[in-house]
């Protein structure tokens, strides 16, 4: 089976390239590859290379496939997993395999430290170790896109399980947060924070009572407000706040007087920002949790944290970098059940268009890039399909699917695209 896919080389060296898969072995799956989304770790192990620490050292002679937020159907199942899969069931993979048995050991992720397994290919052979850690799992939802982007979901899921607070009298933590409490979304309407938003307003065993969702951006406040509105979250029991702190004398006390002087139990950063760190470590009321999800570049990243509070006060500070196989899981059992992540994805493109866009991620405004792997397009914002249509009868037919749709991506415009592409 020959495949197409973009691997990586050195620093910045990522190449399209057309190549011989080799035969399955017993223990392995063929599978075919429809839809990754581009992660901004996928910058990272580009611009790093070998020093990115799930890369192999010897990629310059055994180059791996980049992308690990991905979803397709399986083509050949070997013997071993014949009881557990079929050709033709729909997949996504949790790529944190945490299992030794890989090219780098414990942090060896399917993305990054593969030779034949890894988003941006239009065929993969997934290896056993993804199978026997169960990793390997199923989507029964519509479409291919929400399976991929059920990774970064699953990295918010794991965020918000990791927080935790105190029980009085004892030193036991409750993971989680604080049911019916107040929480503040920092740097909020980048697409994680996006995906934040849209699980807390769908989560149906634990809510906050207040959610306040902080940017600087008001035209992506807006947006975000407009896919995920105050009225929804009322009708959910949640007291939902969008506030630009660049318009803020004092983002600090302004913050604290909408939780009603209290402070905040859940603060969760989405920006690697040092002011935007140390506000959410002072908006923090007792026992609160600051969870520093944005991973910085810089290793040397820092920023003031309060320790009179700490000591006082029990604030506290938690952080995750992906999620488990269970949050995976959660994650997938949502779409399934309808939570569409579409608001997420604000471009898409097919497998000539990753090289360009993931060397330059951190400068392409907007959310999700959702790549369709067995199309050429080049990398193109939803907004833009309109004026293409004027020329192109397939941008136009998508434009009309995703006005349909509030100007979001669909399974429609997915099954369209793939069809007519």
Same mark, same amino acid.
């Given at each position: 089976?020959?495949?197409?896919?973009?691997?990586?080389?050195?620093?910045?060296?990522?190449?399209?390239?057309?190549?011989?898969?080799?035969?399955?072995?017993?223990?392995?799956?063929?599978?075919?590859?429809?839809?990754?989304?581009?992660?901004?770790?996928?910058?990272?192990?580009?611009?790093?290379?070998?020093?990115?620490?799930?890369?192999?050292?010897?990629?310059?002679?055994?180059?791996?496939?980049?992308?690990?937020?991905?979803?397709?159907?399986?083509?050949?199942?070997?013997?071993?997993?014949?009881?557990?899969?079929?050709?033709?069931?729909?997949f996504s993979i949790q790529p944190a395999l945490n299992y030794e048995d890989g090219p780098v050991g414990i942090l060896s992720a399917p993305g990054y430290s593969y030779q034949?397994i890894g988003g941006d290919a239009t065929y993969v052979i997934i290896p056993r170790e993804v199978m026997e850690h169960n990793c390997l799992l199923a989507y029964k939802g519509?479409?291919?896109?929400?399976?991929?982007?059920?990774?970064?979901?699953?990295?918010?899921?794991?965020?918000?399980?990791?927080?935790?607070?105190?029980?009085?009298?004892?030193?036991?933590?409750?993971?989680?947060?604080?049911?019916?409490?107040?929480?503040?979304?920092?740097?909020?309407?980048?697409?994680?924070?996006?995906?934040?938003?849209?699980?807390?307003?769908?989560?149906e065993d634990r809510r906050p009572s207040l959610c306040v969702v902080t940017d600087v951006d008001q035209t992506r406040l807006d947006r975000a407000a407009t896919l995920y509105?105050?009225?929804? +979250?009322? $009708?959910? #029991?949640?007291?939902?706040?969008? %506030?630009?702190?660049?318009?803020?004398?004092? @983002? *600090?006390? &302004?913050?604290? +007087?909408? $939780?009603? #002087?209290?402070?905040?139990?859940? %603060?969760?950063?989405?920006?690697?920002?040092? @002011? *935007?760190? &140390?506000?959410?470590?002072?908006?923090? #009321?007792?026992?609160?949790?600051?969870?520093?999800?944005?991973?910085?570049?810089? @290793?040397?990243?820092?920023?003031?944290?309060?320790?009179?509070?700490?000591?006082?006060?029990?604030?506290?500070?938690?952080?995750?970098?992906?999620?488990?196989?269970?949050?995976?899981?959660?994650?997938?059992?949502?779409?399934?059940?309808?939570?569409?992540?579409?608001?997420?994805?604000?471009?898409?493109?097919?497998?000539?268009?990753?090289?360009?866009?993931?060397?330059?991620?951190?400068?392409?405004?907007?959310?999700?890039?959702?790549?369709?792997?067995?199309?050429?397009?080049?990398?193109?914002?939803?907004?833009?399909?309109?004026?293409?249509?004027?020329?192109?009868?397939?941008?136009?037919?998508?434009?009309?699917?995703?006005?349909?749709?509030?100007?979001?991506?669909?399974?429609?415009?997915?099954?369209?695209?793939?069809?007519?592409?």
């Amino acid at each position: 089976m020959k495949t197409k896919a973009i691997r990586l080389y050195g620093k910045k060296d990522l190449r399209l390239e057309e190549f011989e898969l080799p035969q399955i072995k017993d223990d392995e799956i063929l599978a075919k590859v429809v839809s990754d989304s581009l992660c901004m770790s996928s910058y990272k192990a580009s611009t790093q290379a070998t020093d990115h620490k799930r890369i192999p050292n010897d990629v310059a002679e055994n180059p791996i496939i980049i992308g690990h937020e991905f979803a397709g159907e399986l083509v050949e199942v070997g013997s071993k997993w014949a009881s557990q899969f079929k050709a033709g069931d729909k997949f996504s993979i949790q790529p944190a395999l945490n299992y030794e048995d890989g090219p780098v050991g414990i942090l060896s992720a399917p993305g990054y430290s593969y030779q034949y397994i890894g988003g941006d290919a239009t065929y993969v052979i997934i290896p056993r170790e993804v199978m026997e850690h169960n990793c390997l799992l199923a989507y029964k939802g519509e479409g291919y896109y929400p399976a991929s982007l059920a990774e970064p979901l699953s990295c918010v899921i794991g965020a918000i399980h990791a927080n935790y607070h105190l029980t009085p009298g004892s030193y036991v933590h409750k993971m989680d947060i604080v049911p019916d409490g107040k929480m503040a979304i920092l740097a909020g309407v980048g697409p994680m924070g996006l995906a934040a938003i849209n699980y807390v307003l769908l989560r149906e065993d634990r809510r906050p009572s207040l959610c306040v969702v902080t940017d600087v951006d008001q035209t992506r406040l807006d947006r975000a407000a407009t896919l995920y509105t105050v009225e929804f +979250a009322a $009708s959910k #029991g949640i007291d939902l706040h969008y %506030v630009n702190t660049s318009t803020m004398q004092n @983002p *600090v006390e &302004e913050l604290r +007087a909408i $939780s009603g #002087g209290v402070g905040y139990n859940d %603060v969760f950063v989405f920006a690697p920002v040092k @002011p *935007v760190v &140390e506000q959410a470590d002072a908006i923090l #009321g007792f026992d609160g949790c600051l969870n520093f999800f944005a991973g910085p570049s810089d @290793p040397n990243f820092s920023a003031m944290v309060n320790f009179y509070n700490v000591h006082y006060g029990y604030t506290h500070v938690a952080g995750t970098s992906g999620g488990n196989t269970d949050d995976m899981i959660e994650a997938l059992d949502l779409m399934s059940k309808g939570l569409d992540p579409a608001g997420l994805v604000t471009h898409i493109g097919g497998l000539n268009a990753v090289i360009e866009a993931t060397n330059h991620l951190p400068e392409i405004p907007g959310g999700k890039k959702l790549i369709y792997t067995h199309i050429e397009m080049p990398l193109t914002p939803i907004v833009d399909f309109a004026k293409l249509g004027e020329t192109n009868e397939v941008f136009k037919q998508l434009a009309a699917i995703c006005d349909k749709n509030q100007g979001l991506w669909s399974v429609e415009a997915e099954a369209y695209l793939l069809a007519n592409m």
